[in-house]
């Protein structure tokens, strides 16, 4: 069965380092997601991509997260400078073709903790 | 603004005994309707959704959810929990009008042996 790809499963970082995840989607899949989990809460979505295009980064905190899919396969997340209240598990998505009745298949997802 | 609320924070079912996991949404337009199960350090894996048609929806590991239209509810249940089933449950809603997927708080699930 495809799965969604993520690495690294943990990172630990020092506040104002700078740190970076991939998402490799289910192959064939259109669209690709990055979400925020904070401990106790649903995911909330940082980044949408239609192919290499974004179609949603509205909650996305430009002045420190950037997010590429440059071929419109894999995809980076970088931060920098980290902060204490990154620290989550960040989420990669990845469903066919993004409609509202899509089903989105997530990773394992990468549990970041910033000291 | 489309929304989900999941009212209970934890449920505590017997090995055996039922398990329902409530969930109601606030949409406007169509509503789209999922459920995941998230273990420990782990993404979330897609048991179920509802777009139209019958009601009673089947998805994997023995869950089955319940659309009613007019409570705006979407609640999970398995006949007889396992042990295994211990996790973390998300309901989420997208609609005609919002793509995106919103999520509830989650409920923790425990089923003791």
């Known amino acids: 069965e495809a799965e969604v790809a993520q690495s690294p499963r943990y990172k630990i970082t020092e506040k104002s380092q700078a740190v970076a995840f991939w998402c490799d989607p289910i192959s064939g899949h259109a669209t690709l997601y990055w979400y925020r989990q904070i401990l106790g809460q649903g995911p909330e979505l940082l980044v949408q991509?239609?192919?290499?295009?974004?179609?949603?980064d509205s909650q996305l905190p430009k002045d420190r997260f950037s997010a590429e899919r440059l071929k419109g396969v894999d995809s980076t997340l970088k931060i920098q400078p980290a902060e204490l209240g990154d620290s989550a598990m960040y989420l990669c998505?990845?469903?066919?073709?993004?409609?509202?009745?899509?089903?989105?298949?997530f990773g394992p997802g990468t549990r970041l903790t910033v000291l | 603004a489309q929304s989900v609320a999941q009212p209970e924070d934890q449920v505590n079912v017997a090995e055996g005994n039922p398990l329902t996991v409530k969930c109601t949404y606030s949409v406007s337009g169509n509503p789209y309707l999922f459920w995941y199960v998230q273990y420990p350090n782990r993404g979330l894996q897609f048991l179920l959704k509802y777009i139209t048609g019958d009601n009673l929806v089947k998805g994997s590991y023995g869950f089955e959810a319940e659309f009613n239209k007019s409570q705006t509810s979407f609640h999970l249940k398995k006949p007889s929990a396992l042990v295994s089933d211990s996790a973390l449950y998300f309901c989420a809603v997208r609609s005609s009008n919002d793509y995106k997927l919103s999520f509830g708080a989650g409920t923790t699930v425990t089923v003791r042996a």
């Open positions: 991509f239609q192919d290499e295009s974004v179609v949603d």
């Open positions: 998505a990845s469903s066919f073709s993004g409609g509202e009745t899509d089903t989105q298949y």
